[in-house]
């Protein structure tokens, strides 16, 4: 491809973004107007670089030594925080990069990291973004959850259960086409159900449970496809196809999807009715992703069609790392057979993290894969990368601070 038809791909591109944002930002939440503010803050202070971002780091191992690891999370955790704290807002961008945040408090024993989690859920008054059940509003609680699960400060949960026993109690039909279930698009398994297992977990109260596989169930019948392993990102995506005729599969909705098993069994009771079937479509899953690794350890935004994207997309790649290094340290996957995958996305990873911890080519909001600079950087990804890092920090017998619950 010509430089000349490349600028005007990017060009394309980014009316394309703008466009799909604004369109996503209707479907999702109830001020497309603010959303899209926000997102375009987003974009400004630490979305799309300059043309030249700079090098990329060299002060950084490939090993997955706890060490090295540790030294990888920070270079890209500190950058992240210093610009992006002023501009902390509840929408589902920023969830992932909360959590991952917290993640990397515990891992790393980074106090500051937590301290700014715990501005972020006082600044919110420890509220959720709206009050209907909307996974993408939802979406904040988790980290309020888990801030709440370690200080056990009845303030950081109240309003979250509030919202949710209303949630309960309220009618779950909609005449949407496309978006008669609650959880329609895939991304949601990780904005939602984590939370509703966090408040099981704080409260002892199946009825979150009951609520959670039920509504999962809806949505993993309707999106999961049992030949390929993989999920449609939502209703109108089942049947549609990339360039080379194979089905579309988005490799961030499929690791929104794992990345949510793996936050959502953490806490489920060991004897739900459910929690054997998440595992083993998460195995499912995690062995097709092993097949699509590309040759530089990560994924392209079109699993099933590489050839057509010429870079590797990261909120996806880290979120495949994420879970799969979980799935190693859960007894879930196979150590001998993985554990290569994870150490090789990890390398692929850090060869996209600049010299000044800029973690690069991050595919902006949307719905589908498409066409993003190779500097792009976003929250959602950033928090992905944390998450990574943590578990695999794991892998070499290093506990983070802080326990999941066990129930």
């Known amino acids: 491809m010509s430089i000349r038809e490349k600028a005007l791909m990017l060009a394309v591109a980014a009316g394309i973004f703008i466009f799909g944002q604004q369109l996503a930002m209707a479907q999702h939440q109830p001020d497309a ?42 270079k890209v955790a500190d950058w992240q925080l210093a610009r992006s704290q002023p501009y902390f807002d509840r929408v589902w961008t920023w969830s992932t990069l909360y959590v991952g945040f917290l993640a990397a408090a515990d891992s790393l024993n980074e106090p500051k ?22 996974a993408d509003d939802q979406s ?9 699960l370690q200080k056990n400060d009845p303030v950081m949960i109240q309003p979250t259960k509030a919202v949710f026993d ?73 049947t549609r196809t990339e360039a080379n ?47 699509l690794q590309g040759p530089d350890g990560l994924w392209r935004a079109g699993l099933l069609n590489p050839a057509d994207y010429d870079q ?47 973690l690069g080519c991050i595919q902006q909001t949307g719905a589908e894969p498409a066409p993003f600079r190779a500097s792009a950087s976003y929250t959602y990804g950033v928090g992905a990368y944390l998450l990574a890092g943590s578990e695999i920090r794991k892998m070499d017998g290093h506990p983070a601070k802080t326990k999941a619950i066990k129930q």
Not at 285 to 290: G, H, L, P, Q, T
């Open 245 to 291: 005729g194979k089905k579309m599969f988005w490799s961030r909705g499929e690791g929104w999807v794992m990345g949510g098993i793996v936050r959502t069994v953490q806490y489920l009771p060991q004897d739900d009715q459910a929690r054997d079937k998440y595992i083993t479509q998460f195995k499912e899953m995690a062995a097709r992703v092993k097949e």
């Open 140 to 148: 904040v609680g988790q980290a309020y959850l888990d801030l709440y």
């Open 166 to 238: 209303t949630v309960l109690v309220s009618p779950r039909t909609y005449t949407i086409p496309g978006k008669e279930i609650e959880w329609w698009w895939c991304d949601a398994l990780f904005m939602a159900p984590p939370l509703w297992a966090r408040i099981y977990a704080a409260t002892g109260d199946r009825k979150y449970i009951t609520y959670l596989d039920e509504e999962w169930a809806k949505t993993s019948d309707r999106l999961y496809d049992t030949k390929e392993h993989l999920y449609a990102r939502d209703i109108t995506y089942v």
């Open 312 to 358: 590797p997309e990261l909120s996806g790649s880290s979120f495949f790392t994420y879970a799969l290094a979980a799935g190693i340290n859960q007894g879930w996957l196979d150590k001998k057979t993985y554990l290569p995958v994870v150490k090789k996305a990890w390398a692929g990873l850090l060869h996209h993290v600049y010299a000044d911890g800029r």
């Open 33 to 74: 107007r603010q959303q899209a503010n926000i997102a375009n803050n987003e974009m400004r202070h630490f979305g799309d670089a300059p043309d030249n971002p700079g090098p990329i780091a060299t002060d950084l191992s490939y090993s997955t030594r706890p060490a090295a690891v540790a030294k990888a999370m920070r």
């Open 113 to 134: 990291y937590r301290d700014a989690m715990m501005d972020m859920g006082k600044k919110f008054e420890w509220k959720l973004r709206g009050n209907r059940p909307n």
